[in-house]
């Protein structure tokens, strides 16, 4: 019993461990070569370690945790607010509907020159994109949760009076509440990946900027450390929005 | 019926008008000069650098935009079919098994947030600044949910169907081709139209990083040079690639999934 406890809880490492280790081999064989594009993982978990020291990491991190974030509020407000207006009236739905079908393909990337036209460097830019970027996931989730609502309810707010703000705050917004997670964690996911996205492409600040600069002054250690601190981070924030999300599916009286 | 046509057209129309009316708002701005023309060029600018770019205009055109939009569309076609058929063929190798599935299925779990374009520093690093390095990375990038996808709709395939497979003494190859494939079709198609979002975005970062000829580096430099006509000129085709391939795979779809409808 115990060992079968112990292999389910070694099975998911095993495969990862294959990895790094013929990672670790090859790194090792290419060096030895005189290859100084790549470094065994052993020598990135020691940069790790001096990176963490120093305080690099976690200056990066938080600068690219903290945009990202603001970016999603950003993004997440326009989109409920706008998502909650489309799902309410059918007739705005019908009205908006060609100017999203447009604007929204449009590539979050294509609007980095233009954020770094008009905004320059820094906080600014990534938020506009990261922005962008969550706001129609937001606006399109939001408004099909909003047109799956019990009619009943919407009947309920009509024939109580209540007025369009409070029907959104107290009979549409909780209505949708365990929706809107599904959103928002999908939200977390998009901004996370914008973020990285627009500092390895044009903004000199954060983790993606960390990573591109140990590339291009041949700090293939360093690199590796990022690039797996990156999956850390992304894979334990999104892993922490789907345990959120389950919470609150559970309080909301769905069952997840 | 006639009434519910005629309906419909007027909600065409007025969804038109608002789109006008954005554009309208568009043309103000710009030429009333509430918004610096440095940043937001006039709609008329932008679309003459458009005519200009793709030669539309007779003869004085240099036609680069033309150029620049089909290698982006190449790479992203390109690394978009790879990472379909590599994505297909690992997810079915995976999910078919259970046991396969438990070992490696974690690792994929964790893969899965990275964003594509983190890779492209590594690659660089492995493979340098070349064509086959930015395509590479968009394969990579655009793979996983088509693998992820695939692998759980084979993971989804109703037990009764695998029963019968047992039963019939299908091979393994019969099961993947005539229950797991057809099973996971939703879901793979699922995957594929997010892949290509996938793949359009990392062609795009990888022409700017890797300086390979494409709209994503024509706009960057247009930006650098403060030519804000090519570069409003260069987003809005790459809006019109997103919305036509977008718009082409929601077609296939509908045509490859029309058994499920009853």
């Not at chain 1, 990176?51 to 990491?57: E, K, M, Q, T, Y």
């Not at chain 1, 019990?150 to 549409?172: C, D, H, T, W, Y």
């Not at chain 1, 690039?227 to 997840?256: K, S």
């Not at chain 2, 247009?222 to 019109?240: E, K, M, N």
Request: proline fraction near 5%.
């Amino acid at each position: 019993m115990t060992e079968r406890r112990l292999l389910r809880w070694l099975r998911p490492w095993v495969f990862p461990a294959l990895l790094v280790g013929a990672f670790e081999w090859y790194a090792r064989r290419a060096a030895a070569l005189g290859s100084d594009a790549l470094a065994p993982p052993s020598a990135a978990a020691r940069a790790f370690m001096g990176a963490a020291l120093d305080g690099s990491l976690w200056q990066a991190t938080g600068f690219t945790l903290g945009t990202a974030a603001l970016g999603l509020l950003l993004g997440a407000v326009l989109g409920i607010a706008l998502g909650l207006v489309l799902g309410l009236s059918r007739r705005a739905a019908q009205l908006g509907s060609l100017s999203i079908e447009v604007l929204r393909p449009v590539p979050s990337v294509a609007l980095i020159p233009l954020a770094m036209l008009s905004f320059g460097f820094g906080v600014r830019m990534e938020l506009a994109i990261v922005a962008f970027a969550t706001f129609w996931p937001l606006l399109v989730l939001v408004q099909s949760a909003v047109q799956q609502i019990e009619p009943r309810l919407l009947e309920v707010s009509r024939v109580l009076g209540l007025s369009a703000r409070e029907r959104a705050f107290k009979i549409v917004l909780p209505a949708i509440a365990a929706r809107l997670f599904v959103a928002l964690r999908l939200g977390v996911a998009v901004a996370l990946v914008v973020a990285v996205t627009v500092e390895i492409a044009a903004n000199p600040h954060g983790m993606g900027y960390a990573m591109m600069i140990a590339q291009q002054s041949f700090d293939p250690a360093l690199m590796l450390a990022w690039l797996g601190w990156i999956g850390v981070v992304g894979f334990a924030i999104n892993a922490g929005m789907v345990r959120l999300q389950r919470v609150v599916a559970r309080r909301m009286g769905v069952l997840p | 019926m006639n009434a519910n046509g005629r309906v419909g057209v007027m909600n065409r129309l007025g969804s038109l008008a608002v789109l006008c009316a954005l554009i309208a708002l568009w043309w103000m701005a710009s030429n009333a000069g509430w918004v610096s023309r440095v940043f937001l060029p006039t709609p008329q600018a932008t679309f003459a650098s458009l005519l200009e770019g793709l030669n539309l205009r007779g003869s004085n055109g240099n036609g680069e935009l033309l150029a620049f939009t089909q290698a982006t569309v190449g790479r992203m076609a390109q690394g978009w079919l790879l990472a379909s058929l590599f994505g297909v063929l690992l997810g079915a190798a995976i999910g078919v098994s259970p046991s396969v599935r438990a070992w490696v299925q974690p690792t994929l779990e964790f893969i899965r947030p990275l964003p594509a374009s983190a890779l492209l520093p590594l690659a660089i690093s492995i493979f340098g600044l070349n064509p086959g390095m930015v395509l590479f990375v968009v394969a990579f990038g655009a793979m996983w949910p088509v693998l992820l996808a695939t692998v759980h709709g084979f993971a989804a395939v109703e037990p009764r169907l695998s029963e019968v497979a047992r039963c019939l003494q299908m091979s393994r190859a019969a099961f993947v081709w005539k229950m797991g494939l057809p099973n996971a079709m939703p879901d793979i198609l699922a995957g594929m139209r997010l892949a290509l979002t996938i793949a359009l975005i990392v062609a795009v970062v990888g022409e700017m990083i890797a300086s390979q000829s494409g709209l994503g580096q024509a706009i960057l430099l247009a930006a650098r040079a403060f030519r804000a006509s090519d570069l409003f000129a260069g987003i809005v085709l790459l809006g019109l690639i997103g919305f036509a391939s977008n718009a082409l795979l929601a077609f296939a779809e509908k045509r490859l999934l029309r058994w499920q409808q009853p």
